[in-house]
């Protein structure tokens, strides 16, 4: 079974300073991962993907993140925060082999203080 | 392109009663997934459907009930609505049967709220 954790409920940073949102995953196959961004009263937008390819993935509004097998981790993260990244954030694993059904973590709140 | 709609966008039910809440996939699209997010929670899977069959059901029971039409839009019906129900629901498109590691467009949502 495939499950995700997200160390943090909320993170709090200085416009400028570096990002980072920690994401743990289990599966039992090799898995599909993404980090999803939700504004407030909006729905989730696509940050980016890791489907097998290259162990680190850039995403948009300058966010990667890096699949680490060994860790069973894939954090993301942002050399310098804006004060429009602040938002929510959401990581989801996809196991293969079936229907795409997605597990999501709970969400941390990213919080920029300028 | 049009992006994925919900409507409404907002609703106020009363516990016992039914509602429906409807879902325009992004063009091209052929499958549709619903979520439910409670406050403070991540997305829930509740079904998706794919060519107007429900193609995967997460942990929800039979009162959750969808359709998906000929043109790819979808509806999310809720029996018996209790107090629990109350959260954002989420519509979902994607292109070629929502496969493996295909990504998912989101809906804004549709805020529930039962009283």
């Known amino acids: 079974a495939q499950s995700v954790t997200q160390l943090g409920s909320h993170v709090s940073v200085s416009e400028g300073a570096l990002v980072l949102l920690r994401c743990n995953y289990s599966?039992?196959?090799?898995?599909?991962l993404f980090w999803y961004v939700q504004y407030p009263n909006q729905g989730l937008q696509l940050l980016l993907k890791?489907?097998?390819?290259?162990?680190l993935v850039k995403g948009i509004n300058g966010f990667e993140a890096e699949f680490k097998k060994s860790e069973t981790s894939f954090h993301l993260t942002k050399p310098s925060a804006h004060m429009s990244d602040a938002a929510e954030y959401f990581c989801?694993?996809?196991?293969?082999?079936?229907?795409?059904?997605?597990?999501f973590g709970r969400g941390t709140s990213l919080i920029v203080h300028p | 392109e049009t992006g994925v709609t919900q409507s409404p966008t907002h609703l106020i039910k009363t516990r016992g009663q039914q509602v429906t809440l409807r879902c325009s996939s992004q063009?091209?699209?052929?499958?549709v997934s619903w979520y439910q997010q409670a406050l403070g929670q991540g997305p829930q899977f509740i079904f998706q459907?794919?060519?107007?069959?429900?193609?995967g059901r997460g942990n929800f029971p039979p009162r959750f009930s969808g359709l998906q039409f000929p043109n790819y839009s979808s509806e999310l019906n809720v029996n018996a609505l209790e107090l629990d129900d109350s959260a954002l629901y989420l519509c979902?498109?994607?292109?070629?049967?929502?496969?493996?590691?295909?990504?998912?467009?989101f809906g804004p949502g549709t805020r529930l709220t039962v009283t």
């Open positions: 599966s039992s196959v090799p898995p599909y």
């Open positions: 063009s091209g699209h052929n499958t």
């Open positions: 979902a498109s994607s292109p070629q049967g929502g496969g493996e590691g295909v990504e998912q467009y």
């Open positions: 989801a694993v996809s196991e293969g082999g079936g229907s795409y059904i997605p597990t």
């Open positions: 459907y794919y060519r107007e069959e429900e193609n």
């Open positions: 890791y489907t097998s390819a290259a162990t």
